[in-house]
């Protein structure tokens, strides 16, 4: 691992994460809490579920981010036929050496982009487990490890069910977070017009950042600190989600890794080399929504969960700077609120 001074990472993290989060809203217009939610899952080395309906630039948030890193980027279209090799790869008998060589699949790229995955069948959406947490992909058992830095974003429209396969849990607790992207503002629409109109913006989008930047960015997360009080509020954070009442699944041990991963992501974005209560607040709905099954009962009084996170961020008591604890209660968000947004609760 190489070894740099503190201070001087978090500067090139910041200064890196500027450019391409000004890259990525050069093309999508309007949306800075998404386009931020999308560098701290890349810098927390997590994986990102982009969730809304048609036509609000799924794909191209995506395309996006990979097209501004300067490194490999294979995009997989899912449809019902998608076979799990074609993601995986496949050995093929050599004539010639008369042994078997091993042909990579999609999946072996740095960002791989799954457009529309829940349109797979479940056998080949269950192809990618191995490779989102394990980052390797064993096959005819032999183990190939993926490149670094390794994302996969994966798109699917959460109001068209006809002729798709909804996404199991195992498969949706391996996403760190879930953002919906919403619909623009009538400004941001009307420059989205003269903008797009012509021709589409991603065509001159250049990389403003390279991979092995990247991994040093991503290894300068790691190095943020994370106070017992912070993490002990994570951990109370998830654990009410397991014994909520309008909850018949809460989240597991990976949603609180994956929610102080991220929160060590966010705080560094912020240039700051130590972990807030604050980080934890901003992420909580985007990274434990997803996860979280309403009981019937909630269903049927239109319960939601991301309604469910943020009542128990309400509840859930926040650690202070001098050791005690205090009652803080996010702004009240009326309607469903969209994954991406942040609570924007401030300590005491």
Known sequence: MTTYDDRASLTDLTTTAERVRRSMES??????????????????EGHLLIEDVPGVGKTMLA???????????????????????????????????????????????????????????????????????????????????????????????????????????????????????????????????????????????????????????????????VADAVRRYAVELVGATRGHPDLRLGASPRATLHLLRAAKASAALSGRDYCLPDDVQALAVAVLAHRLLPTAQAQLNRRTAEQVVLEILQQTPVPTADGGVTQVRPPHQPGRPAYGQQPGARRA
Do not use: W
């Not at 093309?27 to 927390?44: D, F, H, Q």
């Open 63 to 225: 395309k996006a981010l990979a097209r501004s890193i300067d490194c490999s980027v294979r995009r997989i279209q899912f449809t019902p036929d998608l076979l799990p090799s074609d993601i995986t790869g496949v050995s093929v008998f050599d004539q010639q050496r008369r042994d078997f060589e091993f042909k990579p699949g999609a999946i072996f790229a740095q960002i791989v982009i799954g457009d529309e995955i829940n349109r797979a069948s479940p056998k080949t959406q269950s192809a990618l487990l191995e490779s989102m947490e394990e980052r390797q992909v064993t096959i005819d058992g032999h183990s190939y490890e993926l490149p670094d830095p390794f994302m996969v974003v994966a798109t699917q429209n959460p109001v068209e069910m006809e002729g798709t396969y909804p996404l199991p849990e195992a498969q949706r607790d391996r996403f760190m977070a879930r953002v919906s992207i919403g619909y623009p503002s009538a400004d941001a629409e009307l420059r989205m017009l003269d903008v797009h109109g012509s021709l589409s913006p991603l065509d001159d989008l250049q990389p403003v950042a390279h991979a092995h930047d990247v991994v040093k960015l991503i290894d300068a997360v790691r190095t943020v600190h």
């Open 27 to 44: 093309v999508i217009e309007g949306k800075p809490e998404v386009v931020r939610l999308s560098l701290t899952v890349l810098l927390a």
